[in-house]
């Protein structure tokens, strides 16, 4: 029987690991749509799996939130946000660009990591850090 993917809740942020599963929550103000990509390395040119975050399901007030059974410690993950780009009111929203999670306990720098990639135009996917699901339970 395949794990169903379940909404998730708005708390914690960042990622934190259950007994069965990882529950993501993310917070942004102005989005207008979050999709939250899985890879299966840190300098994979393309996401494994992309999740598009339903905004009636898997949003509360800010935050963005899904809980996905069977993932855990180590799955290497980042996000897509959608909304508008209007920096005359501090609004860069780009589709293109994959984003670390800022609640992030761990991160994953491929080779040809390039912070400029961040900065041009265009698919950074391949060139971009990803964060990593950390099971901080074991930690002293």
């Not at 990622?15 to 069965?20: H, L, S, V």
């Not at 059974?69 to 920096?87: A, D, M, N, T």
Request: proline content about 8%; overall charge positive.
């Amino acid at each position: 029987m395949k794990a169903e993917i379940k909404p998730g809740q708005s708390s914690p942020l960042g990622a934190t690991i259950y007994p069965d599963g990882v529950n993501f929550s993310v917070y942004s103000r102005n989005a207008a749509g979050v999709d939250l990509l899985l890879f299966n390395a840190a300098s994979d040119p393309k996401p494994a799996s992309i999740i598009s975050l339903d905004p009636e399901k898997n949003r509360t007030y800010h935050y963005w939130h899904i809980f996905l059974p069977k993932v855990g410690h180590g799955q290497l993950y980042g996000y897509r946000v959608r909304g508008p780009f209007e920096p005359e009111r501090g609004l860069r929203f780009d589709r293109d660009k994959v984003l670390l999670d800022p609640y992030a306990r761990c991160l994953a720098i491929p080779a040809n990591y390039s912070r400029r990639a961040a900065s041009l135009l265009g698919d950074n996917t391949a060139m971009a850090m990803k964060s990593v699901v950390a099971d901080l339970r074991g930690y002293d």
